[in-house]
């Protein structure tokens, strides 16, 4: 660390420094006084100065002690076993039990309380003389000390104005009711660091202009002030201005990405019927993705009329025999009161499928992104409700190239270059690939997204004519890649501290 330039410190730090420089350790109000700045000024100060490690505060608790109640009481007359051995004392040092009983000066119990005392301390001795008990005292304490120290206590003494010897009265005064009161006090204590050791006595006061004002400049008085040099260095408190979460920041850039390659966005409901969301795409009824244990369903509700009879009618042949497709189908009875089923949607196919049946378009770039929901255990990769990149190229001559070359593009633009493609499987798409990335992280290729050619059991029912080019994949994922995130479910926690620190730039 390069020394620190004492001529940028602050007016009010160089005073409370001067200051520092006498002392070995000072709070916060002697401070105020010795300097004659007041408590605020110090306050800041005294924060400029820690951020600067010139200081130390220290946080420190002072007890002080004052007579309560029962010593009030005792103040005048003694403590209850001092009383006894004077009266001992003053009767040539021995006494019978039944003198003390018959003296008036003690009430209550406090006589036995004071003989059970003394004895425990090993003051008196108490032996048999014929029928009589007799009390003696053996050992003597000092009266003068306890009388002293009560009349002391009158007011609140601090610890560090405590002798040895009061100190071992004070133990046993703490043992009884009510007898002593504790005051504890926190307070600031500052003191100078090693460098502020070192520093604060070099510092010097002088007249400098620490604010530049307009009458300094109309004056022109500024050309002879001896102005403030500024410390760049000096730390500063953080701000954390407003941002966007790491995920609609990626969204966007994954939308401009597919703009700039000449795509449009489209949109779709959330919210599904099981024609648009599997039956559409060639799922057959019983396939397993169908099943609850994958698929969120909406209970107690059915679509109705989810779109023309035509379409319905080539949507089941293809399922059943293949219709006009050239296939042979799946060779079952397709189910329409299966397909008014709702679900919330699985993947954002349904939106690319009802936007081909709408346009029927010979040539279409679109893509979509949106929220997708499956119903499976939540893991550091898996989410129940993640998001989705999806997009279509439909046109007379585009081949399954044309997808990886842009795809391969898209991912580029994303900074992710070691990508390649595997063979796959969906039931709507054929050829099948699916793409794949180099995780450095994990040291293993990780699945991005699944695409292929809509098959003709896709198409042909919707009267498209032209092949379709059509991928899909979670974002997440791809968030996780770009910017080094570990756990998918980070990304969702809505962890204040993370997402300030998050870091576009890892
Ligand atoms: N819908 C598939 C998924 O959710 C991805 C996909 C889209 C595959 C389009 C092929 C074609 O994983």
């Avoid at 005294?46 to 946080?59: A, Q, R």
């Avoid at 050239?326 to 993947?347: A, C, D, I, Q």
């Avoid at 989705?388 to 190229?393: A, L």
Wanted: charged fraction near 25%.
């Amino acid at each position: 660390m390069t020394e620190i330039d004492s001529n940028t410190f602050h007016p009010l730090e160089k005073t409370v420094l001067k200051n520092l420089v006498k002392k070995k350790s000072i709070n916060l109000d002697e401070l105020s006084t010795a300097s004659g700045l007041n408590i605020d000024q110090i306050r800041r100060s005294v924060e400029w100065l820690k951020e600067k490690k010139l200081i130390t505060v220290k946080s420190v608790e002072t007890k002080s002690y004052s007579l309560g109640e029962e010593g009030k009481k005792v103040l005048n007359v003694g403590l209850p076993e001092t009383r006894l051995l004077k009266t001992i004392e003053s009767n040539n040092n021995k006494i019978t039990l039944r003198e003390l009983s018959e003296n008036k000066s003690f009430e209550g119990n406090e006589l036995s309380a004071a003989l059970g005392y003394a004895r425990a301390q090993k003051l008196i001795n108490i032996s048999k003389e014929g029928n009589d008990t007799i009390v003696t005292v053996v050992s003597k304490i000092d009266q003068k000390l306890e009388q002293n120290f009560l009349q002391k206590l009158l007011n609140s003494v601090e610890s560090e104005n405590i002798s040895k010897d009061e100190a071992i009265l004070l133990k046993s005064f703490l043992r009884r009711p009510d007898f002593i009161i504790i005051n504890s006090i926190k307070e600031s204590r500052i003191e100078l660091s090693e460098t502020g050791l070192r520093i604060a006595p070099t510092v010097e006061i002088s007249d400098e202009v620490d604010n530049l004002t307009p009458d300094l400049i109309v004056s022109g008085n500024w050309k002879t002030s001896k102005i403030r040099p500024l410390n760049l260095n000096s730390p500063v408190p953080e701000i954390f201005s407003g941002r966007k979460h790491p995920m609609q920041l990626f969204i966007d850039e994954v939308k401009e990405i597919f703009i700039s390659l000449g795509f449009e966005e489209i949109q779709g409901p959330i919210i599904q019927s099981c024609f648009w969301n599997f039956d559409s795409l060639f799922t057959p009824q019983d396939h397993p993705a169908r099943e609850i244990q994958d698929t969120f369903y909406i209970e107690d509700s059915t679509i109705d009329n989810v779109a023309t009879q035509e379409t319905i009618s080539n949507v089941s042949s293809a399922h059943e025999t293949g219709g006009n497709t050239g296939s042979k189908g799946w060779r079952y009875k397709w189910n329409s009161e299966l397909s008014k089923n709702v679900v919330m949607r699985t993947h954002t196919t349904p939106i690319t499928i009802k936007y081909l049946a709408d346009h029927t378009p010979d040539d279409a770039k679109v893509f979509s992104i949106g929220k997708v929901f499956r119903n499976e255990k939540v893991t550091f990769k898996n989410l129940v409700e993640f998001n989705q990149i999806e997009g279509i190229v439909v046109g007379e001559k585009v081949t399954l190239r044309d997808m990886m070359g842009l795809l391969t593009k898209f991912y580029e633009k994303l900074g992710l270059h070691k990508v390649k493609f595997w063979p796959s499987f969906f039931p709507y798409t054929e050829p099948s690939l699916q793409s794949m990335v180099y995780h450095e992280g994990l040291g293993r290729w990780v699945e991005l997204a699944g695409m292929g050619i809509f098959r003709p059991e896709v198409t042909i029912p919707l009267g498209i004519k032209h092949p379709v080019l059509a991928w899909g994949g979670g974002l997440e994922r791809l968030v996780m890649l770009k910017y080094g995130i570990d756990d998918s479910r980070k990304l969702y926690e809505n962890d204040l501290d993370w997402l300030r620190r998050f870091s576009l730039c890892p």
